[in-house]
């Protein structure tokens, strides 16, 4: 029997693909565990490595190659690669993290036989970052030790498990409309996973989650009209699954990215998109006097009409000046 499908999700990562699949087939275990290499339809030599491991080990790795990119940032990699996982629980990996502890896998599955309740758990995690910037750890050290879906809602946004770092329950996702349009996986999928049941905390790092110009979290660009719609849609749609529980906090968080959106390169030059959302921000966000200036100022009333008003104020100074 089958205890654990790891699922390596990957997408044009063939510097990186080789030392991913080695961390999972060091893993000691006492019991049989399978390893699933979702492609997202790779060009860059990925699918040659890939299929190599499933050459030299072919009753642990198994290719799942598609036959083109399914899009949505890999969620539909991800998706389609979890229907073939045979496994009681879940560890995914993105293909350009890797696991440091040969004992992950098991301290993992030994917590999740002893806590049945639990939906998932997860450990801490090293964060290397490209450019050589000092190693950080992801979790501190007063993390707390069992989540709930409270800790995962907030006015800003929460992130605070590593990919790499999760195991979970087989067949407890599900995926509602909103989160196959959301360009995110980890956030509504564990808000998804604690309202199944809590998800525990192990302190022990045993992975490493690069962050490279290859990975997803270089394509969340905060500036991109596109991507922040797409977050407020995703919000929108965990206070919807949450039953609205959570819709003050929820409310202001999106209000976020409204107030974003407002600087989105996309509307740099389009006065009337951003007066609309400006007074759509301001009837959302219901602000105090001094935010309410402002933004009526920067983007409602037009550059033209606050310069004509900057010179007919200042007009009597100039003549002044010159008498």
């Known amino acids: 029997m089958t205890k654990v499908s790891v699922t390596i999700l990957t997408y044009n990562q063939a510097a990186f693909i080789g030392k991913t699949i080695e961390s999972a087939l060091n893993q000691i275990t006492d019991f049989e565990y399978e390893i699933l290499v979702g492609d997202d339809f790779s060009t860059d030599g990925a699918r040659d490595i890939i299929l190599d491991y499933q050459k030299r080990y072919p009753d642990k790795v198994k290719a799942v190659l598609h036959s083109k990119n399914l899009g949505q940032n890999g969620l539909f990699n991800t998706i389609e690669t979890l229907k073939l996982a045979k496994g009681t629980y ?14 992950k896998l098991q301290q993992q599955v030994d917590f999740m036989e002893a806590h049945p309740d639990f939906s998932a758990c997860f450990h801490n995690a090293f964060i290397t970052y490209e450019d050589g910037s000092p190693t950080q750890e992801v979790n501190p050290s007063d993390q707390k030790e069992v989540i709930g879906v409270a800790d995962l809602i907030g006015e800003e946004e929460i992130w605070f498990m ?7 329950r087989n067949g407890l996702m599900y995926y509602p409309d909103w989160f196959l349009k959301s360009t995110s996986g980890d ?5 998804i996973l604690a309202k199944q049941g ?17 990975g997803a979290s270089f394509k969340d660009h905060y500036r991109d009209a596109r991507f922040l719609r797409n977050r ?74 606050l310069k004509f008003y900057s010179f007919f104020a200042l007009l009597p100074h100039r003549l002044r000046g010159t008498s």
């Open 90 to 103: 879940i560890a995914p990996l993105d293909g350009d993290d890797y696991w440091i502890s040969p004992h």
């Open 198 to 214: 809590p998800i525990g905390y192990l302190p022990e790092i045993m992975s490493v989650y690069r962050k490279n110009r290859a």
């Open 232 to 305: 407020i849609m995703m919000y929108e749609g965990i206070n919807t699954e949450t039953n609205y529980a959570f819709d003050r906090t929820l409310r202001r968080n999106i209000c976020r990215y409204y107030r974003m959106e407002l600087d989105a390169r996309q509307y740099h030059k389009s006065y009337f998109r951003r007066a609309a959302l400006a007074l759509q921000y301001l009837y959302r966000k219901q602000p105090g006097a001094e935010e309410w200036r402002e933004i009526v100022r920067d983007y409602v009333i037009p550059q033209w009409m």
């Open 187 to 191: 956030i509504p999928r564990y808000v």
């Open 162 to 168: 590593a990919t790499s770092a999760v195991m979970f």
